[in-house]
Each structure stands twice: as structure tokens, then as C-alpha cells.
């Protein structure tokens, strides 16, 4: 039996346990055994909803749960197997390095912290205490973007040459320090590394970006950003974020990647491959939520005493690199700047 704590109770916190529920109504060995966080409002299932739709209407028992006000608290008084970590992102860094001091496992929601120096922290404590870390860029395990990843490695309509993403929405209200742009990093780091992300796992990491970015809401960092990403084979790779889409917009993620022999599109929840020369077509993905797929797969592999391959540690350490560059850019104007490390 895997015992887990989840600590952060707002909108991916109560996601995330509600994932974890229903992992263990479909027969996996686990238990979420104690829930953490210092609103004590939260702690009684009393939380703010996100920007997308990703509970159930099910009621959840709170009487369940061991609670507790502070991490430490719950370290003391609970024998766990791992940790999720759904904190705002300026306690990334700390709380995770404190779990996997304690010899926990952790998944840490995304972004994995405020900075590369930061992330390598976290890598180092759990190398040192023999635990795993996986972070949640959940768009690594969301369907329609697993079948990109596999087009894209399996070459089955030839070489990439050109894509574009976009996410956006209304200004976040579920959390106050989102708009503090010192703990959220703003649009650029909370949202728009999701797509950072996904070019970095798509097509490895850029030579150099050129981001242009504005701030409308004083001190919440970018809020509108569009980057271009240069590599070396020429393809032609732009992302874009805007969280100040009010009104009726809702929420958006898309994108559309061509190919030598084609183009797929994913727009409204749905994917659209248009061979070049033939009928375009619909696949079938599967219809779960990358919540779920990627929670499935920290428990089944810690269960499986295997290690967790996806969303390593290093390879997100590489996507806030990518991010740090396209912040440098951005207050350069757009200026191309180099990707370290």
C-alpha cells in the first residue's frame, strides 16, 4: 500500500486529490492518507475553481483525511511513501527539498520552481536521499499531445517545419499570489511554460529565443508573451500566452504543427490530421485528462519499484533554462538570446 500526502489544498490541489480518489476506487493500492494546507477553509473542501474543467460534481469526504495546518506537522506525524506538492510556486523549491529530505517521493506540481538554481536544489536532495522527483507538466501525459510527441518522433509525415502554440484565458482569480509576479512569474512562467515544455520535449532545446512580452496588470510580470524559438534545422517555431482574454472567452489551448507531408491541428479538445494529398481525419485519443494520466503514472511506477522516466527532473530543470532566456529576451525588447546549460 502506497501512502501519499497532499499538500496544497487550491484548484490543482483539489485535482489532484480528487485523481488520486479515483485511483483508488479503480483498485490501486494507494491511500491518500493526509491532506496539508494552512487555510483552514481549504481544508474542509472549500476552494476556488481554475481556468479549466477538471473535477468531478462527486462530493469528497474530508473527514477521511488526517489534516494538517503546517508540512512539518504532517512529516512529524505521518508514515508516508511520497508527497504531492501543489503550492504556489515560490514554496516549490523549499517544500519539495524538506519531502525529500524526510524520504518521501514527491511530485511537484509545475512549474518546477522559480529558477534553474532553484530546480538543481531540488535534483540534488533527491539524489542525495535516493528518492524520486517527478514534476507535473501534465501536457507530457494529455493525449493530444502524446500523439503529437509519437508523429513527431516516428517522422510519419516526414520533418517538422514549422508550429505554433497558443494558451489563454481570463486573468486568474483562484489565488491572489498568481498575480504577484515575484512568486508566480507571472503568465510566462505559470502558463506559458506548459508550452515551453512541450517544444522542449517535442524538439529538444532551442539554440536561442526571441520573446516579446507586455505586462497589463501592474506587478504580475507578463502577461501577454510570444516567443519564437531558433534551431538550427531552420523550422520555424513560435509559442503565445495571454491571460487578460475577459469576458465569455473561457479557456483555450491549442495548437498546429506541419510536417513535409501534412499538418495536424488541435483546437476546442479536438485533433485534426490533414494529409497532404489525402482526406483529412480525426484519431481516436484517448478522452482522459493529462491530470489523471500523469498522477496514474507516479503511482503505478513508484508501485512498480521503477524509476520515473517522464517529466524528469533534468528535463524540466531544462525547460525553466528555456524560460529564463525568453524572460531575458522580453526585457530586452525581443532580442535573441542564447539558452544556457
Excluded at 17 to 39: S, W
Excluded at 154 to 176: H, I, L, N, Q
Excluded at 202 to 230: H, M
Aim: charge should be negative; charged fraction near 25%; aromatic fraction near 10%.
Amino acid at each position: 500500500m502506497l501512502k501519499i500526502g497532499l499538500i496544497g489544498l487550491g484548484f490543482m490541489g483539489r485535482t489532484h486529490m480528487e485523481n488520486y480518489l479515483r485511483l483508488e476506487k479503480e483498485g490501486l493500492p494507494i491511500r491518500l492518507a493526509a491532506v496539508c494546507d494552512i487555510d483552514p477553509e481549504k481544508l474542509e473542501g472549500r476552494a476556488a475553481g481554475g481556468n479549466i474543467e477538471t473535477t468531478s460534481e462527486d462530493e469528497v469526504d474530508f473527514g477521511r483525511f488526517k489534516k494538517y495546518a503546517s508540512v512539518e506537522e504532517m512529516l512529524e506525524q505521518e508514515e508516508l511513501d511520497a508527497v504531492d506538492i501543489a503550492l504556489p510556486t515560490y514554496l516549490h523549491k523549499e517544500v519539495t527539498v524538506r519531502c525529500l529530505q524526510a524520504g518521501l517521493h514527491v511530485l511537484c506540481e509545475k512549474p518546477m520552481a522559480m529558477n534553474a538554481e532553484e530546480c538543481e536544489e531540488m535534483i540534488g536532495a533527491a539524489e542525495a536521499n535516493g528518492k524520486q522527483l517527478l514534476i507535473g507538466q501534465c501536457l507530457r501525459f494529455w493525449p493530444a499531445y502524446v500523439y503529437l510527441k509519437e508523429l513527431v518522433e516516428k517522422k510519419t509525415y516526414g520533418e517538422v517545419t514549422s508550429a505554433s502554440f497558443f494558451r489563454g484565458g481570463g486573468t486568474p482569480t483562484w489565488g491572489p499570489w498568481l498575480l504577484e509576479g515575484k512568486k508566480s512569474g507571472g503568465a510566462l512562467l505559470d502558463m506559458h511554460v506548459h508550452d515551453t515544455d512541450v517544444i522542449n520535449w517535442l524538439f529538444g532545446k532551442p539554440e536561442a529565443v526571441s520573446c516579446q512580452a507586455s505586462n497589463l496588470i501592474p506587478g504580475s510580470g507578463y502577461d501577454v508573451v510570444s516567443t519564437n524559438f531558433r534551431y538550427a534545422d531552420g523550422k520555424v517555431v513560435n509559442a503565445q500566452v495571454d491571460w487578460t482574454l475577459q469576458g465569455d472567452f473561457g479557456f483555450e489551448m491549442t495548437y498546429r504543427v506541419n510536417f513535409e507531408q501534412g499538418n495536424v491541428l488541435f483546437r476546442g479538445g479536438d485533433v485534426k490530421v490533414n494529409p497532404n494529398g489525402a482526406a483529412g481525419f480525426a484519431p481516436e485519443l484517448s478522452p482522459e485528462q493529462g491530470y489523471y494520466l500523469e498522477i496514474k503514472y507516479f503511482v503505478e511506477t513508484l508501485l512498480a519499484n521503477q524509476p520515473l522516466a517522464a517529466a524528469t527532473p533534468r528535463s524540466t530543470q531544462e525547460t525553466i533554462r528555456i524560460i529564463e532566456a525568453e524572460i531575458a529576451s522580453a526585457g530586452l525588447a525581443g532580442d535573441w538570446v542564447a539558452v544556457n546549460g
